[in-house]
Protein backbone atom coordinates (compact mmCIF):
# COMPACT_ATOMS: atom_id res chain seq x y z
CA UNK A 1 0.00 0.00 0.00
CA UNK A 2 1.06 3.17 -1.08
CA UNK A 3 1.23 6.64 1.32
CA UNK A 4 0.47 9.96 0.55
CA UNK A 5 -1.12 12.52 2.01
CA UNK A 6 -0.66 16.51 3.44
CA UNK A 7 -0.32 17.19 7.19
CA UNK A 8 -0.84 20.84 7.99
CA UNK A 9 0.31 22.72 11.43
CA UNK A 10 -0.02 25.93 12.36
CA UNK A 11 2.28 27.69 14.84
CA UNK A 12 1.78 31.62 16.27
CA UNK A 13 5.72 32.73 16.91
CA UNK A 14 5.48 36.84 18.19
CA UNK A 15 3.49 38.23 15.52
CA UNK A 16 4.01 35.58 12.78
CA UNK A 17 1.29 32.76 11.63
CA UNK A 18 3.54 29.84 10.88
CA UNK A 19 1.10 26.99 8.50
CA UNK A 20 3.83 24.29 7.99
CA UNK A 21 2.51 21.53 5.04
CA UNK A 22 4.45 18.21 5.20
CA UNK A 23 3.72 16.64 1.60
CA UNK A 24 4.01 12.52 1.37
CA UNK A 25 3.97 10.31 -1.88
CA UNK A 26 1.69 11.38 -4.69
CA UNK A 27 -1.19 13.51 -3.55
CA UNK A 28 -4.73 13.20 -4.85
CA UNK A 29 -8.36 15.05 -5.00
CA UNK A 30 -9.01 13.03 -2.06
CA UNK A 31 -6.05 14.42 -0.22
CA UNK A 32 -7.26 18.22 -1.35
CA UNK A 33 -10.72 17.46 -0.33
CA UNK A 34 -9.32 16.65 3.43
CA UNK A 35 -6.63 19.59 3.94
CA UNK A 36 -9.00 22.24 2.10
CA UNK A 37 -11.48 22.89 5.01
CA UNK A 38 -8.90 22.93 7.60
CA UNK A 39 -6.81 25.05 5.53
CA UNK A 40 -9.87 27.35 4.82
CA UNK A 41 -10.72 27.44 8.85
CA UNK A 42 -7.05 28.19 9.98
CA UNK A 43 -7.21 31.45 7.91
CA UNK A 44 -9.92 32.71 8.26
CA UNK A 45 -8.33 33.18 12.07
CA UNK A 46 -5.35 35.32 11.08
CA UNK A 47 -6.10 38.35 11.19
CA UNK A 48 -3.03 39.86 9.23
CA UNK A 49 -1.24 38.91 6.15
CA UNK A 50 2.19 38.02 7.77
CA UNK A 51 1.82 34.27 7.08
CA UNK A 52 4.77 32.21 6.40
CA UNK A 53 4.94 28.74 5.17
CA UNK A 54 6.75 26.13 5.29
CA UNK A 55 6.27 22.92 3.26
CA UNK A 56 8.54 20.25 3.64
CA UNK A 57 7.99 18.22 0.07
CA UNK A 58 11.31 15.68 1.18
CA UNK A 59 8.74 12.99 0.43
CA UNK A 60 6.17 14.37 -2.14
CA UNK A 61 6.80 12.35 -5.14
CA UNK A 62 3.98 14.93 -7.50
CA UNK A 63 0.40 14.81 -7.75
CA UNK A 64 -2.49 13.07 -9.85
CA UNK A 65 -3.61 15.19 -12.80
CA UNK A 66 -6.95 16.64 -10.54
CA UNK A 67 -5.07 17.11 -7.22
CA UNK A 68 -2.11 19.57 -9.58
CA UNK A 69 -5.37 21.50 -10.48
CA UNK A 70 -6.47 21.58 -6.56
CA UNK A 71 -2.89 22.93 -6.11
CA UNK A 72 -3.27 25.69 -8.67
CA UNK A 73 -6.85 26.65 -6.97
CA UNK A 74 -5.49 27.11 -3.61
CA UNK A 75 -2.07 28.94 -4.54
CA UNK A 76 -4.73 31.43 -6.85
CA UNK A 77 -7.11 31.64 -3.72
CA UNK A 78 -4.69 32.33 -0.42
CA UNK A 79 -1.70 33.73 -2.44
CA UNK A 80 -1.91 37.10 -0.58
CA UNK A 81 -2.24 35.93 2.41
CA UNK A 82 1.40 33.86 2.21
CA UNK A 83 4.58 36.45 3.36
CA UNK A 84 7.01 34.08 2.57
CA UNK A 85 7.08 30.19 1.64
CA UNK A 86 9.97 27.66 2.00
CA UNK A 87 9.71 24.79 -0.07
CA UNK A 88 12.33 22.05 1.45
CA UNK A 89 12.66 19.41 -0.89
CA UNK A 90 15.34 17.07 -2.58
CA UNK A 91 14.29 16.81 -6.16
CA UNK A 92 15.43 19.37 -9.21
CA UNK A 93 11.40 19.44 -10.24
CA UNK A 94 11.16 20.86 -6.87
CA UNK A 95 13.17 24.07 -7.03
CA UNK A 96 11.31 24.96 -10.72
CA UNK A 97 7.89 24.12 -9.11
CA UNK A 98 9.01 26.86 -6.36
CA UNK A 99 10.04 29.40 -9.53
CA UNK A 100 6.77 28.78 -10.71
CA UNK A 101 5.15 29.24 -7.17
CA UNK A 102 5.91 32.99 -7.16
CA UNK A 103 3.80 33.84 -10.20
CA UNK A 104 0.83 33.42 -7.55
CA UNK A 105 1.37 34.99 -4.58
CA UNK A 106 2.58 38.18 -3.17
CA UNK A 107 5.21 37.30 -1.30
CA UNK A 108 8.60 35.73 -1.33
CA UNK A 109 8.91 32.03 -2.47
CA UNK A 110 12.50 30.18 -2.24
CA UNK A 111 13.39 26.65 -2.60
CA UNK A 112 15.97 24.61 0.12
CA UNK A 113 17.81 21.64 0.62
CA UNK A 114 18.67 21.85 3.80
CA UNK A 115 15.64 22.57 6.02
CA UNK A 116 17.31 24.72 8.91
CA UNK A 117 18.14 26.89 6.42
CA UNK A 118 14.50 27.50 5.19
CA UNK A 119 13.38 27.73 8.73
CA UNK A 120 15.89 30.38 9.59
CA UNK A 121 14.97 32.15 6.60
CA UNK A 122 11.19 31.97 7.28
CA UNK A 123 11.68 33.15 10.65
CA UNK A 124 13.94 36.40 9.55
CA UNK A 125 12.44 40.06 8.70
Known amino acids: MTTHGISVGIECVGTHVFLVFKAIGTLTHDDYQLMTPLLDAALQA ?3 SDVRVF ?5 FEGWELRAAWDDFKLGLKYGRTFHKIALYGHQPWQAFMAKIG ?5 GEVKYFEDRDKALNWLQSD
Open 55 to 59: VDASE
Open 46 to 48: VEH
Open 102 to 106: RWFTS
